[in-house]
């Protein structure tokens, strides 16, 4: 037997239900208190759910900025994990070089997804974006200055030495007596 069922079958006796499903007139016939109107109570619901829309708004942009700011923590990691392989070419340095190139590659990739979450017409979302590209950049930019580095940019004349044309040769020289 359930506890609550036990006396009075349906539910406790206890229990009031506030719903009004009368359909007859007297009980919306019935005046209002005094300093009591239905239009003060609609416009204050109306004002809590403008209070909980502008909370959310606020939230949204709060959680867009620290989306935005994330790549941050990512640039002192990766500086500090292509610190530790050295300027040498060897597989880790390569690795860790790589990852240091698409982890911001595909960042900006995926701008659109970071951010859908907190798209909101009360939402400006363009400063938070633009400031997540630019520490991107920023990121991409550090991989590139560790490929530099390795020397596994061609950056050099030499790089491209067999890129160019032989040199034509100025001088010749012919004739003589064989020496045997």
Do not use: C
């Amino acid at each position: 037997m359930d506890k609550g069922k036990a006396i009075m079958g349906s539910g406790r006796r206890w229990a009031v239900d506030f719903t009004d499903n009368s359909t007859s007139h007297l009980s919306r016939d019935i005046p209002d208190p005094p300093g009591f109107t239905r239009a003060s109570q609609e416009s204050d619901d109306s004002a809590v759910s403008k209070q909980k829309k502008d909370a959310e708004a606020n939230w949204k942009a709060q959680k867009a900025w620290e989306v935005a700011q994330a790549p941050v923590k990512n640039l002192f990691m990766m500086a500090f994990m292509m610190w530790m392989a050295g300027s040498t070419v060897h597989l880790f340095s390569i690795g860790i070089t790589f990852s240091a190139l698409l982890q911001p590659i595909n960042a900006l990739r995926g701008v659109g997804k970071v951010f859908e979450p907190y798209k909101d017409n009360k939402v400006d979302l363009i400063l938070p974006k633009l400031v997540f590209l630019a520490l991107n950049l920023v990121g991409l930019g550090l991989g590139v200055w560790k490929l530099n580095t390795l020397g596994l940019l061609p950056t050099h004349v030499s790089d491209w030495v067999s890129s160019f044309p032989p040199a034509q040769e100025i001088e010749y020289s012919g004739g003589g007596i064989p020496l045997y």
